[in-house]
């Protein structure tokens, strides 16, 4: 590879890293400002919206540490129930979501870690902040794996794993997006 060509793919991969850390920032800005019919608009049709359980296992039994897909799972969602989901908060009668969460999502380490056809794997790290009413305060951590795909109208989400650090959830409710 010469130098010049070396460039334009280190500049190639540069700016692609910074459309996918601007289609997250916006993401998470649709999330914090309430705006969930809008976000649920950056999903593909067949997406795959996912946050299985989490175990405490043993280092030989890691393989078994989260649910998989079709096992007990706290989302396993197509885009029509995230439409629904959306569509409930807007209404006022979603009791866990009225008064309104406050929510700050915040979205580190973004690795492209594979580009393939239309479709890049992407992992990265999350912490999703709430405050609810006076003195409720939930935080969860972790990581997502998404599978973006480039569309017409840009960037869209096709599959989303979440995947959380914590093994027991003490808030009241998972109402929240991540």
Sequence with gaps: MTTETAQQAQL???LLQHEVEQFYYHEAALLDAHR????VLLFTEDTH???PLRRTVTRR???LEFTKPGEMAFFDEDKNYLEIR???FA???SWAEDPPSRTRHLITNVH???KSGDELQVHSNFLLYRTRLKNDVDQWVGRREDTLRFTEAGLAIA?????LDQTVLQSANLSSFF
Excluded: N, P, S
Excluded at 36 to 39: A, K, L, T
Excluded at 159 to 163: A, L, T, V
């Design 12 to 14: 190639t991969a540069v």
């Design 36 to 39: 969930y019919e809008d976000w």
């Design 61 to 63: 039994q890691l393989h």
């Design 86 to 88: 959306a569509r409930k």
């Design 112 to 114: 492209i870690a594979e």
């Design 49 to 51: 919206y996912f946050m």
């Design 91 to 93: 209404t006022g009668t």
């Design 159 to 163: 599959k989303r794993h979440i995947f």
